[in-house]
């Protein structure tokens, strides 16, 4: 049964979270619970934020803007990690807002963020998105072209927290996540963003440090919702 507030649905989610990071002998305290508030109205978000909630997850950078002006001005020591594709024109606006941009994908990105960075001073975390299955769709670098763009991200001085996945919808979600634990540890980066409303449990056994959720949080979204 859905808990009714959103209050109980944070506390359920901690709980689940919990129990699957003390399964993998992991601590709780190594996971960062990202709130995905995209197509959420402020209202919706506000219990999060009274119940102390600060991680926000939002996909695309003009309505986080919007939305997020007047939430921040109320709780300023929010976090707000950006879950969508980013177009290198609005790098400069994503670094001036997110403190994690969790979509970094392609050396043109890489350059416009690094331009950003110095320019504004800010440095976002930045997770390198991994197409694990190749999917035509999805944004996220192919598995090959990871070692190049890794090397290219660290050279332009990206602060590189870890790496992110969205695995192909339908199948089971376990060996992506692996497979993404397995790269990051070639590649010595210590960040796993992976795991949503359906999957995060698993994720957090094989060893996620962010997970990004938004209907377990918020309950379904509307139509028009796209996916990345
Ligand atoms: C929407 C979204 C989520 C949250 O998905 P839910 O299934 O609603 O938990 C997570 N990650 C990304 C990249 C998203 O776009």
Redesign the pocket.
């Known amino acids: 049964m859905t808990p009714a507030s959103a209050e109980q649905r944070l506390a359920q989610v901690y709980d689940d979270i919990a129990r699957s990071a003390r399964l993998a002998r992991r601590s709780p305290d190594e996971i960062t619970l990202?709130a995905?508030s995209?197509t959420q109205e402020s209202d919706a978000i506000r219990p999060l934020l009274e119940a102390g909630h600060r991680d926000f997850?939002e996909?695309r950078v003009q309505e986080a803007a919007t939305k997020w002006s007047a939430l921040k001005a109320d709780y300023p020591d929010v976090r707000l990690h950006l879950?969508?594709q980013l177009q290198s024109n609005k790098a400069g606006e994503a670094v001036a807002l997110f403190d994690a941009i969790?979509?970094v994908d392609r050396p043109s990105l890489v350059d416009a963020i690094a331009q950003a960075i110095e320019q504004s001073g800010r440095a976002p975390a930045c997770f390198i998105q991994v197409n694990l299955a190749d999917e035509e769709q999805k944004g996220g670098c192919p598995v090959a072209a990871l070692p190049a763009l890794l090397d290219h991200a660290r050279d332009a001085g990206l602060r590189i927290a870890g790496l992110?996945c969205?695995p192909p919808a339908d199948l089971e979600p376990a060996p992506w996540f692996a497979l993404l634990a397995e790269l990051a540890g070639r590649h010595d980066v210590t960040g796993l963003s992976m795991g949503?409303?359906?999957d995060?449990e698993t994720a957090v056994t094989i060893g996620a440090t962010h997970v990004?959720?938004?209907?377990?949080?918020?309950g379904e979204?509307g139509s028009g919702?796209?996916?990345?």
């Open positions: 990202i995905v995209k997850g996909n879950v969508g969790h979509s992110m969205l949503m409303s359906g995060y990004r959720i938004g209907t377990a949080l918020f979204r919702d796209v996916r990345t």
